[in-house]
């Protein structure tokens, strides 16, 4: 199969992410930054993103970012992509976003190739809420559907069922989404091979042009850690081991590269043309910002972040960031290079040799042991390597 990034690599866009940190309920697995009983925030926390929106980041007067925003009404930078991420985006009402795409329209230029993605959850979702985000310019639609199985959606915890999911997905189609993604998770508790291959088979017939399908992982500070990590596990509903994880992961790669997929990152599988524009500008650790409670942004090798609590992020007011004086820096990220390398990496296509520069020992260690190999003058994650990936991350960390 031709690969669309192998042989055009793409141009590395301008990215913008805006976190909305709400959910219905938190599911059992999640250790995102999100809020379940808040909602009763959204409004001020709408308020509170305009303002930081109205206040982009900047270096200082004397040094002025790259153009990324308009100033002074000229003309600045040019955004790709636009990612409304959660948390739960579909809880905010669409006269929310007709106020927060007007402010982003004042500062950034929007072209009708911008992606404008957002996630969705099917138990907060109708056909006439997705015509209104659609008519709003939302053109990439996300659903987090995470498996067709109800047992295994109720030990999930999440709040929707299959026949929601299945029924999202159509009222999508006909509010006019043509760009959809399904996000799905393997190697559930209890999950047989069986029941992932007929997950998957339905998540094929729907066609979505996207999938994103990830192993369950089991986080701390999560119910999940408290069942499966802490006590003895007495459960009913074991989680898969390594040896099904592996052959449920094999079966993902091979029915949707032969279903005409491409398989660009270690986790996500387009239809030729449709691979997420904003996501591989983060994993070619390219420029984005972000905007909301815990957004993280990243800019020319520096990053900062907002803080987490939402009650924090709204009483800042009008959160004015600052590449150097950031409201906080991760500094457990190690330098903008390795993450170059471990974020790079992700990505099937892998890095050219020459950003490997002082790792020779490192990747001689990987090739030996069979998880990188060389490819048109590349390293790259091998088959076994795809699976194995964080015993390769660890070592460029
Ligand atoms: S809906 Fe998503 S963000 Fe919200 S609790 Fe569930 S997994 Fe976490």
């Not at 993103?49 to 002074?72: A, D, H, V, Y």
């Not at 600045?76 to 976003?97: A, R």
């Not at 159509?170 to 006019?176: C, F, N, P, S």
């Not at 905007?291 to 009008?318: C, M, Q, T, V």
Request: charged residues 25%; contains cysteine.
């Amino acid at each position: 199969m031709t690969s669309s990034i192998l042989h055009t690599p793409y141009p590395i866009p301008q990215s913008l992410y805006i976190h909305i940190p709400f959910c219905k309920r938190k599911c059992n697995y999640c250790d995102f930054v999100s809020y379940a009983g808040k909602e009763e925030l959204i409004d001020e926390y709408v308020e509170a993103l305009c303002n930081e929106i109205n206040s982009p980041p900047c270096q200082s007067e004397t040094n002025p970012p790259p153009s990324l925003f308009k100033r002074g009404g000229k003309e600045g930078g040019e955004f790709s992509t636009i990612y409304f991420g959660g948390g739960t985006p579909t809880l905010l009402k669409p006269e929310h976003y007709e106020r927060l795409l007007g402010f982003l329209k004042m500062i950034i230029i929007f072209k009708k190739e911008t992606e404008i993605s957002m996630e969705s959850n099917p138990g907060t979702i109708n056909l006439d809420y997705l015509k209104e985000i659609r008519s709003l310019g939302i053109n990439r639609l996300s659903i987090g559907v995470q498996s067709f199985n109800d047992v295994h959606l109720k030990t999930l915890g999440r709040i929707h069922n299959s026949k929601e999911a299945v029924q999202a997905y159509k009222d999508a189609r006909a509010a006019g989404f043509e760009n959809m993604n399904l996000d799905l998770m393997y190697a559930l508790p209890g999950q047989t091979l069986e029941e992932w291959r007929t997950d998957l088979r339905q998540a094929l017939s729907l066609n979505p042009e996207h999938l994103s399908i990830y192993n369950l992982q089991v986080e701390e500070n999560t119910p999940f850690w408290n069942i499966f990590k802490t006590y003895i596990p007495q459960t009913s509903y074991p989680l898969p081991n390594e040896e099904t994880e592996l052959a449920m992961y094999e079966f993902t790669i091979k029915t949707l590269t032969d279903a005409g997929y491409h398989h660009y990152e270690i986790s996500n599988f387009a239809k030729p043309g449709f691979e997420c524009k904003h996501n591989i500008n983060y994993w070619k650790n390219g420029n984005y910002i972000g905007f909301g409670a815990a957004a993280h942004s990243h800019l020319n090798g520096k990053r900062w972040a907002n803080p987490d609590s939402l009650e924090e992020y709204i009483g800042s007011g009008s959160v004015v960031r600052n590449v150097e004086h950031p409201t906080s820096i991760d500094s457990s990220r190690a330098t903008d290079r390795q993450d170059s390398i471990f974020l790079g990496l992700r990505l099937l296509e892998g890095l050219p040799k020459a950003k490997f520069a002082g790792f020779e020992k490192e990747i001689g260690e990987l090739m030996r042991d069979g998880l990188l190999e060389e490819k048109n003058s590349n390293y790259k994650l091998t088959r076994q390597g795809l699976f194995l990936g964080n015993l390769v991350f660890e070592k460029f960390v």
